[in-house]
Protein backbone atom coordinates (compact mmCIF):
# COMPACT_ATOMS: atom_id res chain seq x y z
CA UNK A 1 0.00 0.00 0.00
CA UNK A 2 1.02 3.50 -0.77
CA UNK A 3 1.44 6.39 1.63
CA UNK A 4 1.47 10.01 1.31
CA UNK A 5 3.80 12.46 2.98
CA UNK A 6 3.67 16.09 2.84
CA UNK A 7 7.21 17.80 3.56
CA UNK A 8 6.31 21.22 5.77
CA UNK A 9 8.99 24.47 5.56
CA UNK A 10 9.72 26.29 8.25
CA UNK A 11 6.02 28.37 8.44
CA UNK A 12 4.50 25.23 8.37
CA UNK A 13 3.00 25.35 4.61
CA UNK A 14 3.56 22.81 2.05
CA UNK A 15 6.30 22.21 -0.17
CA UNK A 16 6.03 18.69 -2.03
CA UNK A 17 4.42 15.43 -1.40
CA UNK A 18 5.52 12.17 -2.06
CA UNK A 19 4.33 8.54 -2.59
CA UNK A 20 5.91 6.19 -0.63
CA UNK A 21 5.66 2.26 -0.31
CA UNK A 22 4.35 1.82 3.33
CA UNK A 23 6.95 -1.59 3.45
CA UNK A 24 9.57 0.91 4.54
CA UNK A 25 7.54 1.69 7.93
CA UNK A 26 7.22 -2.09 8.75
CA UNK A 27 9.30 -2.93 12.05
CA UNK A 28 10.99 -6.41 12.83
CA UNK A 29 7.06 -7.05 14.39
CA UNK A 30 5.51 -6.81 11.31
CA UNK A 31 3.93 -3.66 12.68
CA UNK A 32 3.87 -0.17 10.52
CA UNK A 33 5.72 2.74 12.63
CA UNK A 34 5.59 6.17 11.03
CA UNK A 35 8.74 7.13 12.65
CA UNK A 36 10.35 4.37 10.43
CA UNK A 37 8.67 6.02 7.31
CA UNK A 38 10.04 9.94 8.08
CA UNK A 39 13.78 8.55 9.14
CA UNK A 40 14.01 6.99 5.69
CA UNK A 41 12.57 10.48 3.90
CA UNK A 42 14.94 12.37 6.38
CA UNK A 43 17.51 10.46 4.85
CA UNK A 44 16.45 10.77 1.00
CA UNK A 45 15.16 14.49 1.55
CA UNK A 46 17.88 15.75 4.57
CA UNK A 47 17.72 15.11 8.36
CA UNK A 48 16.29 18.82 8.55
CA UNK A 49 12.98 18.29 6.89
CA UNK A 50 9.95 18.08 8.38
CA UNK A 51 7.07 15.29 7.39
CA UNK A 52 3.82 14.52 7.96
CA UNK A 53 1.47 12.05 6.74
CA UNK A 54 -1.30 12.54 4.11
CA UNK A 55 -4.39 10.85 3.58
CA UNK A 56 -5.18 10.76 -0.20
CA UNK A 57 -8.58 10.96 0.14
CA UNK A 58 -9.18 13.35 2.94
CA UNK A 59 -9.35 10.47 5.90
CA UNK A 60 -7.82 12.05 8.26
CA UNK A 61 -5.82 15.89 8.19
CA UNK A 62 -8.86 17.05 6.65
CA UNK A 63 -7.92 16.60 3.34
CA UNK A 64 -5.83 15.52 1.18
CA UNK A 65 -2.57 17.70 1.71
CA UNK A 66 -1.03 19.87 -1.92
CA UNK A 67 1.87 21.96 -2.54
CA UNK A 68 1.14 25.51 -0.66
CA UNK A 69 -1.54 24.34 1.96
CA UNK A 70 -1.12 25.15 5.58
CA UNK A 71 -0.80 22.41 7.96
CA UNK A 72 -2.19 23.67 11.10
CA UNK A 73 -0.94 21.47 13.76
CA UNK A 74 -3.85 23.17 16.52
CA UNK A 75 -6.80 21.47 14.09
CA UNK A 76 -4.23 18.62 12.67
CA UNK A 77 -5.27 19.52 9.40
CA UNK A 78 -4.22 21.16 6.31
CA UNK A 79 -5.80 24.28 5.15
CA UNK A 80 -5.81 25.26 1.05
CA UNK A 81 -4.54 28.82 0.48
CA UNK A 82 -6.95 31.18 0.48
CA UNK A 83 -8.62 32.20 -2.51
CA UNK A 84 -9.66 36.09 -2.17
CA UNK A 85 -9.01 38.30 0.45
CA UNK A 86 -12.65 38.59 0.68
CA UNK A 87 -13.04 34.92 1.94
CA UNK A 88 -13.22 33.73 5.33
CA UNK A 89 -12.43 29.82 7.10
CA UNK A 90 -15.29 27.76 7.61
CA UNK A 91 -14.25 26.62 11.41
CA UNK A 92 -16.29 23.06 10.49
CA UNK A 93 -15.61 22.34 7.01
CA UNK A 94 -12.02 24.38 7.14
CA UNK A 95 -12.49 25.68 4.17
CA UNK A 96 -13.01 29.68 2.56
CA UNK A 97 -16.22 30.24 2.09
CA UNK A 98 -17.55 33.81 -0.18
CA UNK A 99 -19.12 36.60 2.14
CA UNK A 100 -22.27 35.99 -0.10
CA UNK A 101 -23.89 32.99 -0.39
CA UNK A 102 -23.89 31.49 -4.04
CA UNK A 103 -27.19 32.61 -6.14
CA UNK A 104 -29.32 29.69 -7.41
CA UNK A 105 -29.00 29.40 -11.11
CA UNK A 106 -31.66 30.52 -13.05
CA UNK A 107 -33.86 28.41 -15.23
CA UNK A 108 -32.91 30.06 -19.13
CA UNK A 109 -34.58 28.82 -22.36
CA UNK A 110 -31.13 29.26 -24.78
CA UNK A 111 -29.28 26.30 -25.73
CA UNK A 112 -26.61 27.15 -22.93
CA UNK A 113 -25.05 26.06 -19.84
CA UNK A 114 -24.33 28.86 -16.75
CA UNK A 115 -22.64 28.46 -13.92
CA UNK A 116 -21.54 31.35 -11.45
CA UNK A 117 -18.03 32.63 -11.22
CA UNK A 118 -16.61 34.87 -7.98
CA UNK A 119 -15.13 38.29 -8.98
CA UNK A 120 -13.24 39.77 -5.99
CA UNK A 121 -12.81 43.37 -7.60
CA UNK A 122 -16.98 43.53 -7.97
CA UNK A 123 -17.08 42.87 -4.23
CA UNK A 124 -14.53 45.38 -3.57
CA UNK A 125 -16.72 48.08 -5.35
CA UNK A 126 -20.08 46.96 -3.83
CA UNK A 127 -20.21 44.33 -1.08
CA UNK A 128 -23.43 43.47 -2.17
CA UNK A 129 -22.25 41.71 -5.73
CA UNK A 130 -19.68 39.53 -6.17
CA UNK A 131 -21.53 36.33 -7.89
CA UNK A 132 -21.27 36.41 -11.74
CA UNK A 133 -23.44 34.28 -14.11
CA UNK A 134 -21.38 33.12 -17.28
CA UNK A 135 -21.83 30.79 -20.29
CA UNK A 136 -19.71 27.81 -20.12
CA UNK A 137 -20.85 25.35 -22.68
CA UNK A 138 -23.65 24.24 -25.11
CA UNK A 139 -26.78 21.32 -23.80
CA UNK A 140 -26.63 18.56 -25.78
CA UNK A 141 -29.28 18.22 -28.49
CA UNK A 142 -31.82 15.56 -28.08
CA UNK A 143 -30.38 12.80 -30.67
CA UNK A 144 -33.23 11.34 -32.90
CA UNK A 145 -33.11 8.27 -33.52
Known amino acids: MIKHYAELNSESYVSQVVSIDEKIG ?32 GKFRCRQASVGDFYDNERDAFISPKVFDSFVLDDEKLEWIPPLPMPELPETDDNLIYMYVWKEELYQEDPTQGWVLVPIGLKEEPQEG
Open 26 to 57: IDEHGEYKEILVIGQLKQMYGISTQWIESSPI
